[in-house]
């Protein structure tokens, strides 16, 4: 499950199921932001209003250089504007209906606030204006993300998409 979100961010859109089963079909890493920063503590101090920990930004993208040089990881965050623009090939922001939305938010038990925070920012699109801010536009791409039938469709369409980077990759 996610942790805090300082900046208001979109959970439960299906980053990390989408993720975690694009990995395991496609045989590439996948790696959870949110995780890793709790796991090494990666924290530059507290928010009180959201009532979680601030990340630190620098140390997650030191923390992943290693790894993200070598290639084939799928990167699971709500945000991507800190990450270098050349660890990236492809970026998927999910966009899931607010009404969708605000169930699965309620589901996690999420205070009034936060939910209202995470369901304007969904309403905004803010993560997809960040997204397009942060990388060419032609990599960004918005994936509906309401119904099981979403996820397959995305997977099959990202394995495709793999597929074909590695025929133009490899020679
Ligand atoms: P995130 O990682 O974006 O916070 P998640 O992967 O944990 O989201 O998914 C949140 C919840 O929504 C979880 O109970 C699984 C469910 N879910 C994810 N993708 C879905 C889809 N395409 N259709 C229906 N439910 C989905």
Redesign the pocket.
């Known amino acids: 499950?996610?942790g805090c979100h300082r900046k208001p961010g979109?959970?439960?859109?299906?980053?990390?199921?989408?993720?975690k089963e694009l990995a395991s079909r496609s045989g590439l890493k996948y790696v959870n932001v949110g995780d890793l920063a709790r796991e090494g503590q990666l924290y530059d101090g507290y928010d009180e209003e959201y009532d979680c920990p601030i990340l630190d930004e620098d140390r997650v993208v030191d923390e992943l250089e290693n790894q993200m040089s070598e290639g084939g990881v799928i990167v699971?965050y709500?945000g991507c504007d800190f990450f270098p623009e050349r660890w990236f090939h492809i970026v998927f922001v999910?966009k899931t209906d607010n009404s969708v939305l605000y169930n699965?938010l309620e589901?996690r038990g999420y205070n009034q606030k936060k939910l209202k925070d995470n369901i304007q920012c969904e309403i905004f699109q803010v993560l997809y204006e960040e997204a397009l801010g942060s990388y060419k536009e032609e990599i960004v791409h918005q994936l509906p993300?309401?119904?099981?039938e979403?996820?397959e469709d995305n997977i099959n369409q990202i394995l495709k998409w793999i597929e074909q980077w590695v025929k133009d990759h490899s020679s």
């Open positions: 499950m996610e979109t959970p439960g859109v299906g980053k990390t199921t989408l993720g699971d709500h999910l699965r589901t993300s309401n119904k099981p979403d996820l």
